[in-house]
């Protein structure tokens, strides 16, 4: 089943789940289909009375159909109508498989992340987002570049080496924790590179990470109501 067959499925006046993410936190409403046009792969929804509309700007968005996905790209989000574009049929998307909610800490409330492996030590560095079992920083390419070369780049290894992390959350004293690197992601055309690891606590300073997780996906979902 492709795209065009999904679309010809979709009936005008019915309500479908649509989904996207705001600052990390999934964002999942009902809205009512307006039109559907085939050749241009558009979708019209009914956006009036949406207290969300902010959070689908930038972000893909996904159609829910039954157990299938459509992803989409944001054609137009003007006053009380968003229009997407229909690109592909998907698979459930990450936001939806992911085991935990994932946020982005606030600009003003910054979390630090300190590590050293061997004598390259990185200190304080913004974490980019951040859930219960993992956590993502933000490090220019000349920084990975020294740290994989101490990992041994050319090795299997390198993406799976314990690094001890100290991560400061607002309102909390410094939390402890064994970092697993996972993933290394290019950012900005090959300038920063976004490194992920999963974290692995102590009962306490997990309780102190899942409290701040909540508070702050709590802040971003009334932040978003009020835009």
Request: glycine content about 4%; proline content about 4%; overall charge neutral.
């Amino acid at each position: 089943m492709n795209v065009f067959d999904l679309l010809r499925d979709i009936n005008i006046g019915h309500s479908y789940e649509i989904i996207t993410t705001w600052h990390g936190v999934p964002v999942r409403i009902k809205l009512k289909v307006k039109w559907v046009s085939l050749q241009d792969r558009f979708v019209s929804f009914d956006f009036s009375g949406c207290k969300f509309k902010r959070a689908f700007a930038e972000e893909k968005v996904y159609i829910k159909l039954g157990e299938i996905y459509i992803e989409c790209d944001i054609f137009s989000n003007i006053r009380d109508e968003l229009v997407l574009v229909a690109n592909s049929v998907s698979s459930p998307p990450p936001i939806i498989m992911r085991e935990f909610v994932r946020v982005e800490p606030a600009e003003n409330k910054p979390v630090f992340v300190s590590f050293c492996i061997e004598n390259e030590c990185i200190s304080s560095v913004k974490a980019v987002d951040i859930s219960e079992r993992g956590i993502g920083v933000l490090l220019p390419k000349q920084e990975v570049e020294k740290l994989l070369s101490i990992l041994g780049a050319d090795s299997k290894e390198a993406y799976h080496n314990r690094i001890s992390l100290i991560i400061e959350i607002p309102g909390e004293n410094p939390i402890e924790a064994i970092g697993e690197l996972k993933n290394i992601i290019s950012k900005e055309e090959g300038v920063y590179f976004r490194l992920g690891f999963r974290l692995d606590l102590k009962p306490s300073d997990l309780k102190k990470l899942r409290n701040y997780i909540i508070n702050r996906q709590r802040e971003i979902l009334d932040k978003l109501r009020t835009l």
